[in-house]
């Protein structure tokens, strides 16, 4: 029997970790992959208070480092389930169940790939999820953007204050943005853009050189060289194996601002709950918070 079991090993989960055990709460996180999330794979992470550069790796270690420290217990372990009878809750993974009087959920969600080849091999050494993340190291250089919605002109809005020239490619002939962001594209003159373009493979050796697409109209072939290619195709919560102990909107969990699900005991943090901001310091927030009312809630 644990206190608090933390479902996921990113920044938010280790951050609800780690003032968890300050407080004396005997803490289980259970991670299904690799511990720091997605921000693990980011080559540098920016932006953050007080550190001014630092590799995703690097940050992942220490906080993992610092979470152990204080007495944590990590298993790599997918969770299926979650029920709760009376004060517990009951936690089934892959392998085994595991029981806690409060869970935190850091489920995070993962971003919708192109399932071309070669893609997973080239994330970091050019292909890309996350323009606010990556987009400042391509200054100068010239990039494309993947996507036909908010986030996708959103993107190559932001890299256009300092790429050399950003191209949108869309799979279809429309705009599924909002048109204050389609106009302030637009308005950009180092963006352009061409629809009804399907993704042929990724180029390069070790790094992207480029990318081959065929229109779907014409079946022309259309070879575009870049240095980066951010994908802006949508993100996917996994949450609906909670769907029994939590509501859901468009997949993501609802919290109130103290973190808490509509079951007792039961908490979200980071890019798996219904929010608008998604990064590594907000993530760290949720964390904080969910903690502090998770040992609230024990007592």
């Known amino acids: 029997m644990y206190d608090l079991i933390v479902v996921g090993g990113g920044p938010g989960g280790m951050t609800a970790a780690l003032y968890s055990l300050r407080s004396g709460i005997k803490v289980l996180i259970l991670e299904k992959e690799n511990f ?15 550190i001014k550069e630092i590799s995703g790796m690097e940050f ?15 298993n790599l372990e997918d969770v299926e389930s979650i029920t709760k009878t009376g004060d517990v809750f009951n936690v089934k993974t892959n ?6 009087r409060a869970v935190i ?13 070669r ?25 494309v953007v993947i996507g036909d919605a908010n986030s996708a ?20 002939d429309k705009w599924f943005a909002d048109q ?20 042929v493979s990724f180029d390069g050796e ?51 601002e103290f973190m808490e699900t509509k079951t007792k005991g039961l908490y979200a943090v980071g890019d798996c709950r219904k929010k608008d901001v998604r990064q590594v310091v907000t993530a760290l927030n949720d964390g904080a918070i969910a903690a502090v009312y998770a040992a609230k809630y024990l007592g």
């Open 36 to 50: 720091g999330g997605q921000i693990a794979i980011s080559p540098r992470l920016e932006n953050y208070p007080s």
């Open 206 to 256: 070790k790094e992207l050189d480029g990318l081959t697409f065929k229109n779907t109209k014409t079946n022309e072939i259309k070879k575009i060289k870049c240095s980066g290619c951010f994908i802006a195709i949508g993100q996917i919560p996994k949450n609906d194996r909670f769907a029994n102990l939590v509501d859901l909107d468009k997949g993501y969990i609802v919290t109130n």
């Open 60 to 74: 992942s270690n220490n906080l993992f480092e610092q979470v152990t420290g204080l007495g944590a217990e990590f």
């Open 153 to 172: 002109l959103q993107y190559a809005i932001m890299l256009s204050n300092y790429c050399n020239s950003v191209k949108v490619c869309t799979l279809f």
């Open 180 to 199: 204050y962001l389609v106009n302030q594209m637009l308005a950009k003159k180092n963006i352009s853009f061409e629809h009804n373009l399907s993704l």
């Open 119 to 143: 893609e997973e091999e080239l994330i970091g050494k050019g292909v890309s999820y996350c323009a606010t993340c990556d987009g400042a190291f391509y200054k100068g250089q010239d990039v």
């Open 95 to 100: 392998y085994q169940t595991y029981q806690a």
């Open 105 to 117: 959920l850091a489920t995070g969600v993962e971003h919708r790939h192109m399932g071309i080849a």
